[in-house]
């Protein structure tokens, strides 16, 4: 079946530090990625839709320049978190669907923890 | 957007119960699914079900797209069904339920 690998799985690191985290479709393309982000005993939040070879969509209240989002292949977008500060803390997750999304499943990524000291 | 209500947001159950979780969406979807999030954040597709019911050994789910509504029935309760529950459609975007969060105890 659809595999999307997520890296790191962890992340701790102090407050001023760049974390980029990747989301690999391991053996499909995907023209679309999807990053979200969930807080503690919350639901996901979609952050932002990645799109292969063009700038990224963000939804309302997510800033595009403290979350950069790259798509420079068919099979990577990598999430990066500039300047990260304690409330950036969170879970972070990618998702990926075959051939589009609208007809197909989306598989997600194992997510990312990322905590900011 | 698509405000998706899942409901019960709490349940507790004893090993070896019988349940059903709910989803309601307010508008027509394209795609729905069920995931299974456990303890390590990891979430586990369970059933991708726009229409129609599936069956996947304990469990099993109902999507009846035209009243908005779709249906996870966990049977004979394990304690590793423990996690929280989502449901996930899309319409333009992909919107996440509330959640339900199920604690099966021995």
Redesign the interface.
């Known amino acids: 079946g659809a595999v999307v690998s997520q890296h790191p799985s962890r992340v701790i690191c102090k407050s001023g530090t760049s974390v980029k985290i990747e989301c690999r479709s391991l053996d499909f393309q995907a023209t679309t990625m999807?990053w979200?982000r969930?807080f503690p005993k919350q639901?996901?939040?979609?952050m932002a839709?990645s799109n292969e070879g063009s700038k990224a969509t963000y939804e309302q209240g997510v800033e595009k320049d403290k979350f950069l989002i790259n798509h420079a292949s068919l099979t990577l977008s990598t999430l990066t978190v500039t300047s990260a500060h304690p409330e950036d803390s969170s879970?972070y997750?990618c998702?990926a669907g075959v051939q589009g999304?609208?007809?197909?499943?989306?598989?997600?990524g194992?997510?990312t923890?990322l905590s900011i000291l | 957007g698509i405000q998706v209500e899942q409901s019960p947001p709490d349940l507790i159950l004893q090993e070896g119960a019988n349940s059903t979780l709910r989803c309601n969406f307010s508008d027509s979807v394209?795609?729905l699914?069920w995931?299974h999030q456990n303890p390590?954040?990891?979430?586990i597709?369970l059933f991708?079900i726009p229409s129609g019911t599936k069956q996947n050994g304990r469990l099993s789910a109902t999507t009846v797209a035209t009243e908005r509504y779709s249906l996870l029935y966990i049977s004979s309760s394990q304690t590793t069904d423990s996690g929280v529950y989502?449901c996930?459609v899309?319409g333009n975007?992909?919107?996440?339920?509330?959640?339900t969060s199920l604690t099966v105890i021995p």
């Open positions: 999807f979200y969930q639901s996901l939040m979609l839709t879970f997750i998702s999304v609208r007809n197909q499943p989306q598989h997600f194992d997510g923890r | 394209n795609n699914q995931f390590w954040g990891q979430l597709n991708y989502f996930a899309y975007q992909f919107y996440f339920g509330t959640g």
